[in-house]
Structure formats: C-alpha cells, structure tokens
C-alpha cells in the first residue's frame, strides 16, 4: 500500500486565487515528520514547508501553510494568492521516527497557474 | 550560484559506456544523497553517505557505483546501464541534528541521464 498518496495529478488554478493541493499518508509511528517540495521545470527540488507529528499549530512559510489533520491523515499544503511561478511539480513527503534517512515520496501534482 | 551543483546536467551514453555525474556542494552538509528520478513515479532512494561514510544503499544494481571523496563531493559512476536506467538523477545534501539528518534536502537541478 502506498505510505504517500496524491491524489490529484493535475491542477489548473487562476492566478491571485488560492489552491490546496491533498496529500495523505500512512504511518503507525506515533513520531513522523510531513514535508513538501516544489519541483520547477529546471528540476531542483526547493523545501518548502515542514509539519512535525507532534506541533500543534500548522507549519506557516510565507504564502504556504500546512492544513495538518492527524486524525484524518491527512497534510494538504494551502498556497495563498498563487502567482505564475508557483507552477511546477509539488511533491509531499514523510520521514517516519525509525528511519534515519528515508523520505518516503508522493508521486507529486502538477500545477499549473493561468494568467 | 546554487548551493548544490550537479553536471553535467544532460547525458547520452550507450549501454557499454563508462560514464560518471558529479555533485558538489557549498553548504557545509554532512549528509549527501543520491535519488533517482522516473517518470510518474515517486522518487526513489540510490544512496546516502553520511560524514564520507555510505550508509544507505536502497538495493542499488551494481552498475551504479557511488562515490564519496570527502563532504562536499560525491559522484555517481556509471557502466553497462540499461535503457530502464534513463532518468534524472538528482543529488541532495542535508545538515544533521543532534548527528541525525534533518528532513530538509537541498537538492540539485538533477543530471538528465538518457541510456540508447
């Protein structure tokens, strides 16, 4: 079964409007860390938004933030007023207690932001 | 400048060619990473190194051939690699807490590997 799952492969939003892109996950750790990434064309992969298991307010960076429902298993990142260079490839994944060095992938969403 | 550096960023070789990606990096990492990177699927773990040290080999086909010469540096040799092997490979580092790494890779723009 899939530890990461994306659900949405595309995704067309209008600039300025805000998207929500899901990402749910599988784990029996108690202990589990929630990451995204962005991946533009060029093909570097940027960090952009951390969400620990145990923090207790969603993880906020600028214009992301994490929607972080433990219950639900579910950690959906929310870009606030999209802009053109918001498209790209955006990639969730957890780091679960006992692994030192794993990150376990989403198979990633596309966006793609109309002017 | 970024803070890793990946070349050569595109590459052709044939199936009996010896061939190797470079990555470097300027951030004072510890942890180095090699991912290999398939269309429509999620990113797959090749190596880790950590302090020079490999600590991580995801069941890698021996003919990938990683190599860690010290903590900014890491390559990637190649030989005898199969059609299937065309990807982009993408090399990560991350800082360690507490001698762990953290989750937070910085990442490379990848080297475009393509296997005829």
């Known amino acids: 079964a899939q530890k990461i799952t994306q659900t949405q492969p595309g995704m067309f939003v209008q600039e300025k409007e805000a998207v929500t892109l899901d990402c749910t996950y599988d784990?029996?750790?108690?202990?589990?860390?929630l990451f995204w990434y962005k991946q533009p064309s060029s093909g570097e992969m940027i960090f952009l938004i951390y969400?620990?298991?145990?923090d207790e307010q969603n993880a906020t960076e600028g214009r992301y933030s994490l929607n972080f429902q433990k219950a639900r298993k579910s950690a959906n990142l929310v870009i606030s007023a999209s802009q053109l260079g918001d498209s790209a490839m955006y990639f969730c994944?957890?780091?679960?207690?006992?692994?030192?060095?794993?990150?376990?992938w989403g198979a990633g969403t596309k966006l793609i932001i109309k002017p | 400048e970024t803070g890793v550096t990946q070349t050569p960023r595109h590459l052709v070789m044939g199936m009996t060619n010896k061939k190797s990606l470079k990555c470097e990096q300027h951030?004072?990492?510890?942890?180095m990473y090699w991912y290999k990177q398939s269309a429509k699927k999620p990113l797959e773990l090749m190596f880790v190194?950590?302090?020079?040290?490999?600590?991580e080999n995801n069941s890698v086909p021996s003919r990938f051939s990683p190599e860690c010469p010290n903590s900014s540096h890491l390559f990637l040799h190649l030989h005898t690699l199969q059609p299937e092997d065309s990807a982009l490979y993408l090399c990560?580092?991350?800082?360690?807490?507490?001698?762990?790494?953290?989750?937070?890779?910085?990442f490379g723009e990848g080297s475009r590997l393509t296997v005829l």
């Open positions: 990560a580092s991350s800082p360690l807490e507490t001698g762990r790494p953290t989750g937070e890779l910085f």
């Open positions: 951030l004072g990492h510890n942890a």
């Open positions: 190194y950590n302090f020079k040290e490999q600590t």
């Open positions: 784990t029996s750790d108690q202990s589990y860390g």
């Open positions: 969400q620990g298991s145990y």
């Open positions: 994944a957890m780091r679960e207690h006992w692994s030192n060095y794993q990150l376990i």
